[in-house]
């Protein structure tokens, strides 16, 4: 499924499957988003490798907790393409400063804080470092990746 807008393609990367880029869908003048949230937990993603401008990953596909929580990963060229919408919401010190009365509000320089809007998920962030402690004492992403592997060689075979 590739979903396409306005000059950005996003692709799911499954594990094992070829970079984003090298696979095709890298066209001029085109941003390609891929979504490593299936890859990631059941293998360790090499972005680099996959030739994204962006990457998406949601934290609960990987633990199962927290919900709410995923990250935006960007390389910096692409990052300076993203702006917010004129008159849209802002808030929890997103902004360098704003001008009452008019439109004037200039973001802060640093991306992880421009599009940080309202209050952080604190209780959400408070989960992650349990997440990769169950991740790590389970031998990290290339053990369940080969725990995936012999899972799925054993449902054909008793499927046959």
Known sequence: VVALVRGLAGLPQTAGEAGAAQSGAR??????????????????????????????CSLYKLWGS????????ARRPAARLLRRRAHAYFGGGSVA???AGSDFARPRAHLAVRFA?????FRAFAEVPAGVR??????????????????ARELRRRLR
């Open 134 to 151: 169950a991740m790590a004492r389970v031998g990290g992403a290339a053990a369940v990746s080969a725990h995936a592997r012999c899972l």
């Open 27 to 56: 066209a001029p003048r085109w941003l390609v988003l891929a979504d490593v949230s299936k890859a990631a937990a059941t293998g360790p993603v090499h972005l680099p490798a996959l030739g994204c401008d962006f990457a998406v």
């Open 117 to 121: 809007d309202g209050t952080p998920h």
């Open 97 to 99: 400063g704003v001008l």
């Open 66 to 73: 927290p919900t709410g929580l995923g990250c935006l990963l």
